[in-house]
């Protein structure tokens, strides 16, 4: 009741409302800064992985380079079939398959775009959850094998529509007496899709894989085996099974290791952004400090009076303790209520920025996908309110310590 009575009292009276409004307000923003960074960190993540896993092998099988009979080193897997079976067999996969990879130029209507190919059979493309989208992709995916499966971007560069005709050129063609002559084939485009990854949607085109084999002269091999497994994230669980079924003349690379880079480089700047918002939710929580110590010397002789009637030094701590975290815990009630909003609702809070700026905020050749996403995360919200609430209950036991052994004697000599 005492406590209740300090913190809404007026300054003519001796509180200080003020500095009890500014304490709540900074703890507020504070919280709210914090909550809304750990979302739009957890999002990125989130949104840049699915983007990863859902448009590309989660382990990709090669062969160890070797000595063809021409004496080229080669890497070209001769017996493919045999080992997607092997691969797909092991336990925690679930598709293994063969995959044709070259870089060709793409040319329509006068457009010339540099893309990359890959030669996927039709069943294993409709695998591709990013791929096979049917809200942002269009055309007929089911018209695959007819045609080529090209990305918005290349297509909005080229200004190719489905069922448009598309020359592919590959520098890497007919071997002739006068040297090698450059390969061109006309495909029609019969699917259009986006895969939520600028690099991947302006460079990738699929083709078949048997037309992939013919086009890229890789007849009877392919480049690569394609993994995907049930549990991206546990891959150290299914390795060991694909090391053996590989034997000594595979080698894998895994998603994790091919954004290996960038995802380090998002954990250290999560790192680095978490512990600045933290020393930002400590200077709010310094405020509780100033209005308490404020509050101390505006009601010593109420302390004086109150120590004279017998309440003790624990009593006092009390009060006062309870003061300080209660404006924390205000504070951080709102700052929570407000981060929480911010994350629901940042489709439209953005598009409101995008729109008051003029548009441009967020470039997808920068960053790589196309909006800020958020995912609001039950342990970052916890870990938000047990750093702003046990700061408060640090900040506050020192003031409160100081009106707890203050002398009621000296408190009432001048009254």
């Known amino acids: 009741m005492i406590a209740w009575r300090y913190l809404r009292a007026k300054k003519s009276e001796g509180g200080v409302s003020t500095m009890t409004w500014i304490s709540v307000i900074g703890i507020a923003l504070a919280v709210f800064?914090?909550?809304?960074t750990l979302a739009v960190r957890a999002g990125f993540r989130a949104e840049f992985v699915d983007t990863i896993l859902g448009s590309n092998a989660h382990v990709t099988y090669y062969s160890v380079p070797y000595e063809d009979d021409l004496g080229n080193i080669n890497r070209a897997i001769t017996d493919y079939t045999e080992v997607s079976e092997?691969?797909?067999?092991?336990?925690?996969?679930?598709?293994?398959?063969?995959?044709?990879?070259?870089?060709?130029?793409?040319?329509?209507?006068?457009?010339?775009?540099?893309?990359?190919?890959?030669?996927i059979e039709k069943d294993n493309l409709l695998d591709l959850p990013r791929i096979n989208d049917p809200e942002t992709g269009m055309g007929d995916i089911d018209r695959f094998d007819e045609g080529i499966?090209?990305?918005?971007?290349?297509?909005?560069?080229?200004?190719?529509?489905?069922?448009?005709?598309?020359?592919?050129?590959?520098?890497?063609?007919?071997?002739?007496?006068?040297?090698?002559?450059?390969?061109?084939?006309?495909?029609?485009?019969?699917?259009?899709?986006?895969?939520?990854?600028?690099?991947?949607?302006q460079t990738r085109v699929y083709m078949?894989?048997?037309?992939?084999?013919?086009?890229?002269?890789?007849?009877?091999?392919?480049?690569e085996i394609e993994i995907i497994t049930q549990d991206p994230e546990g891959l150290d669980r299914v390795m060991p099974g694909l090391w053996d079924a590989a034997g000594s003349q595979g080698q894998f690379l895994t998603w994790k290791q091919a954004s290996g880079a960038f995802l380090r480089a998002l954990e250290v700047e999560d790192n680095v952004m978490f512990v600045l918002?933290?020393?930002?939710?400590?200077?709010?929580?310094?405020?509780?400090?100033?209005?308490?110590?404020?509050?101390?010397?505006?009601k010593g002789r109420d302390i004086g009076i109150l120590r004279t009637i017998g309440l003790t030094e624990g009593s006092v701590l009390r009060v006062f303790f309870i003061c300080g975290t209660s404006v924390?815990?205000?504070?951080?009630?709102?700052?929570?209520?407000?981060?929480?909003?911010?994350?629901?609702?940042?489709?439209?809070?953005?598009?409101?920025?995008?729109?008051?700026?003029?548009?441009?905020?967020?470039?997808?050749?920068?960053?790589?996908?196309?909006?800020?996403?958020a995912l609001l995360q039950v342990k970052d919200v916890v870990t938000a309110v047990a750093l702003s609430l046990f700061l408060s209950c640090v900040i506050t036991i020192f003031p409160a310590r100081r009106a707890a052994r203050m002398n009621p004697v000296e408190a009432l000599r001048h009254e």
């Open 33 to 36: 800064a914090l909550i809304a």
């Open 208 to 223: 078949p894989f048997v037309e992939a084999q013919s086009y890229f002269n890789r007849d009877g091999v392919a480049d």
């Open 86 to 119: 092997r691969l797909r067999a092991v336990d925690g996969v679930v598709r293994a398959a063969p995959l044709i990879r070259a870089q060709v130029i793409a040319a329509f209507n006068g457009r010339n775009a540099g893309v990359q190919v890959l030669g």
């Open 328 to 373: 924390g815990v205000i504070g951080t009630v709102i700052g929570v209520i407000l981060g929480c909003l911010f994350a629901i609702y940042i489709d439209p809070i953005f598009a409101l920025v995008n729109r008051i700026s003029g548009g441009g905020v967020w470039d997808p050749s920068i960053r790589g996908i196309y909006y800020l996403p």
């Open 277 to 298: 918002l933290s020393v930002l939710v400590l200077i709010a929580t310094m405020n509780i400090v100033s209005g308490l110590i404020m509050l101390v010397k505006n």
């Open 149 to 201: 499966a090209m990305g918005a971007g290349v297509a909005r560069m080229l200004g190719v529509g489905v069922g448009d005709q598309v020359r592919l050129i590959s520098p890497d063609g007919v071997k002739t007496p006068f040297g090698t002559s450059p390969r061109v084939s006309v495909y029609e485009v019969t699917y259009v899709f986006t895969a939520g990854r600028y690099d991947i949607d």
